[in-house]
């Protein structure tokens, strides 16, 4: 994980962003996890301010946050077991499962994996689209206790 200190406005933030070869990147800003895209620059890093001053060494990309997906830690966060492309998405957020239910499919190395859910609760979040590529780790969804 790569650490960052930055300066906006006058206000200093710490960053860390997790693979950044990932997709969805996580990026925790202050303790506070979001999924970010991340727009290649070519082979200098974009300067996003003149402030800005690196505690590890800056990566060739600019990280612009998608609004509204924070991921957060209420209930069990359900990960990607190894790197694929997620082909079906088999619950939405309400509905309720059991364990041994399958939540997704991620494909990988030309081999369909279903992911089952490991306990019962509530689906709270859906992280995840068809056709998304995953890293191993990222998280999939969040399910609560019902």
């Not at 505690?55 to 359900?78: I, N, Q, Y």
């Not at 990960?79 to 088999?90: D, E, N, Y």
């Not at 019962?120 to 995840?128: C, F, K």
Request: hydrophobic letters at 40%; one cysteine or more; glycine letters at 8%.
């Amino acid at each position: 994980m790569s650490r960052y200190r930055i300066i906006v406005d006058g206000r200093a933030y710490v960053v860390e962003v997790g693979d950044i070869a990932g997709r969805p990147v996580l990026a925790t800003v202050d303790g506070e996890t979001f999924q970010v895209e991340v727009e290649s620059q070519g082979a200098a890093p974009a300067v996003v301010s003149t402030a800005a001053s690196p505690v590890s060494a800056p990566r060739p990309e600019v990280l612009h946050a998608v609004p509204k997906t924070p991921v957060t830690t209420s209930g069990d966060t359900v990960t990607a077991p190894l790197p694929g492309t997620i082909v079906t998405v088999s619950v939405a957020v309400g509905d309720r499962v059991e364990p041994g239910q399958e939540l997704c499919v991620l494909e990988a190395m030309k081999m369909n994996n279903p992911i089952r859910s490991t306990r019962s609760g509530v689906v709270t979040e859906v992280l995840v689209n068809v056709g998304q590529q995953v890293q191993h780790g990222n998280p999939l969804m969040l399910i609560a206790e019902a």
